[in-house]
């Protein structure tokens, strides 16, 4: 039985508007799950109501086989780690650590020693643990709020994201520590972002949200390498995934720039789609191409470049280690086992292997 499960859980607000719509999810324990999805698709909403912050219109909740719906926030034992951090400023670093043991009545001496022990975790040294939160760094800030939760020893621990106040650098140093902390304590962590790149690496299951619905779920490299829909095939991958228009008819996909055989759709006929493929699936070739680019510019990252080009009126990205200085038009090669078709009625994947 999983750790958590979330069965079709929907939440409408008193005038009408539905923020999720029949919600299932199980975690397993020791799960690092990340909700993923565009402002407004109902992630944040979602955390709240598993925290028990929010209410849930229908559906229900169960955690170590207990059902939680109706259980105050408190009585569920679930740890939340805020955007904003949600710190007492008037406290010190050291009890707002300790805040959530001494609400629960618990003895000064285990309050010290989980205080103590998790500000280590985190890194706090004494002399921060008096200071005041406004006397901090935003990522010290965010230090505190994690050893906060890490103080709490919660059955769950949520995360709503936490690391979007932070520079680019500090972010990337926080999602290491906080991988780190879940690997070594084996906590289960169900964590918000709107950031692919923290879904893509700290998470042993993605859930993508859009507009309330969930679109898919499963491992980070099955999703970004076999999306469901054409919104998690996009909302994954930088650069966004090439999407080409044309038509499949008997096994072949045809546009008015080229053709290529897909044995395995022989038997759909005349139907439309868009063929989608990474960058890092095309190539520049000299001979045997695909297809004929016009090259728009060229982004130059170092160890590899990507080439933003056109074909026909369809913007095309191509990751090369080529010199692609002063070139208008090159050619270009796909690795056709790395396509996928999706139905432009639909929007849903097309998999040639289940037909």
Not at 38 to 63: A, D, F
């Amino acid at each position: 039985m999983s750790y958590l499960t979330i069965k079709h859980v929907d939440k409408v607000y008193p005038n009408g508007f539905c923020a999720v719509k029949d919600f299932n999810l199980e975690v397993d324990e020791h799960d690092f799950v990340v909700i993923v999805g565009p402002s407004g698709c109902g992630k944040s909403t979602m955390l709240r109501m598993i925290s028990g912050l929010e209410s849930i219109t229908s559906g229900e909740m169960i955690l170590e086989g207990k059902k939680i719906n109706e259980l105050s926030p408190k009585e569920r034992d679930i740890a939340m780690v805020f955007q904003n951090y949600a710190l007492y400023p008037h406290l010190s670093v050291y009890d707002n650590i300790g805040f959530s043991l001494l609400v629960r009545k618990k003895n000064r001496r285990l309050i010290h020693e989980k205080v103590m022990n998790a500000s280590r975790i985190v890194e706090i040294d004494d002399h921060q643990l008096k200071r005041k939160p406004g006397q901090l760094s935003g990522g010290q800030r965010q230090r505190v709020a994690l050893g906060r939760t890490i103080a709490r020893e919660a059955k769950l621990f949520l995360m709503d994201e936490p690391l979007s106040n932070l520079d680019a650098k500090l972010r990337g140093d926080m999602r290491v520590e906080i991988i780190e902390l879940w690997r070594k304590y084996n906590q289960t962590i169900i964590y918000v972002s709107h950031d692919q790149i923290e879904a893509m690496t700290m998470a042993t299951k993605i859930v993508i949200m859009n507009k309330g619905v969930i679109e898919q779920v499963g491992a980070p490299n099955y999703v970004y390498n076999h999306p469901e829909t054409l919104f998690a095939a996009t909302f994954l991958g930088t650069p966004q995934i090439n999407l080409i228009s044309g038509k499949l008819d008997n096994g072949h996909f045809i546009n008015e720039y080229f053709s290529i055989e897909l044995p395995e759709y022989k038997n759909i006929n005349n139907m439309e789609v868009l063929l989608g493929i990474r960058s890092e699936n095309l190539s520049v070739v000299k001979e045997h191409e695909d297809f004929t680019v016009k090259v728009d510019y060229v982004e130059y990252l170092g160890s590899k470049s990507i080439v933003h080009a056109y074909l026909g009126e369809t913007i095309i990205a191509v990751n090369t280690k080529e010199n692609m200085k002063d070139i208008e038009e090159c050619k270009v090669k796909m690795n056709i086992s790395k396509i996928i078709l999706f139905d432009k009625e639909t929007s849903k994947a097309i998999r040639g292997d289940e037909l």
